[in-house]
């Protein structure tokens, strides 16, 4: 069985960082894309990028370009979304997704349940 | 930056037909694929290049692309279809992935 399981909630302070987790089974890691995608409290969902574990070939929206970092580990078949320096605004659920068809812009048949990371003072 | 359009929300009443629209100019080019989101739940594929339905999706479920809009069609709506709806496709070139704003289905 395909699972995304990523890590559990956050609450941070601006300024501080942090790198949130997603660890993948069931399947071949390092043959599917991995797309993280951004919803904030009661908006719609933003895609952030993606990585290819077998290579860690990854890819931005031009709206994240530089603001987060995505990474992986295949040997543990483990991505990664990290911040150096967060704000308010940075408060939203944060889904890992599994880009189906061997694609970066393909469809996500598998996604995790979301970590909610919550910054405030 | 590059856009999909769909209309915020759209109602309509039990075993009526709902159409979601989802406006982009690469769509021609592109493929889209639709999702359900339901409150405090992770989004879940119906609908992947641009007609094709996932297995265990109802048969209700469809999707159609003319130009530069695609749709998705429910049949015979039911109250568990109330839901956000998003389309999802990528820009021209396929260089990063875009969603639509989402759809609220209200089933009165």
């Known amino acids: 069985e395909v699972q995304l399981v990523q890590s559990g909630a956050e609450v941070k302070k601006p300024g501080e960082s942090l790198k949130i987790s997603c660890k993948g089974s069931?399947?071949?890691?390092?043959?599917?894309?991995i797309g993280w995608v951004r919803q904030m409290p009661g908006k719609g969902l933003e895609w952030m990028g993606i990585i290819y574990p077998g290579d860690s070939d990854t890819r931005y929206s031009p709206s994240f370009q530089g603001q987060v970092t995505i990474s992986a580990d295949k040997s543990i078949s483990t991505a990664y979304l990290q911040w150096s320096s967060l704000k308010a605004s940075d408060t939203a659920m944060y889904y890992c997704a599994r880009s189906a068809a061997g694609t970066s812009r393909g469809y996500y048949d598998y996604w995790g349940q979301g970590t909610l990371v919550t910054v405030s003072s | 930056s590059y856009e999909l359009t769909q209309p915020p929300s759209v109602s309509v009443s039990p075993g009526q037909t709902a159409r979601i629209t989802c406006s982009g100019d690469a769509l021609p080019k592109q493929y889209a694929y639709w999702y359900q989101q339901k409150p405090g739940q992770a989004p879940v594929l119906v609908i992947y290049?641009?007609?094709e339905r996932p297995s265990g999706i109802p048969e209700r479920f469809s999707g159609s692309s003319s130009g530069t809009t695609v749709t998705l069609t429910i049949s015979g709506v039911q109250a568990e279809d109330e839901a956000d709806y998003y389309c999802?496709?990528?820009?021209?070139?396929?260089?990063?992935?875009?969603f639509g704003g989402g759809t609220k289905l209200t089933v009165l």
């Open positions: 999802q496709s990528a820009d021209s070139s396929g260089s990063y992935v875009v």
């Open positions: 069931g399947y071949s890691f390092t043959s599917y894309w």
């Open positions: 290049k641009d007609s």
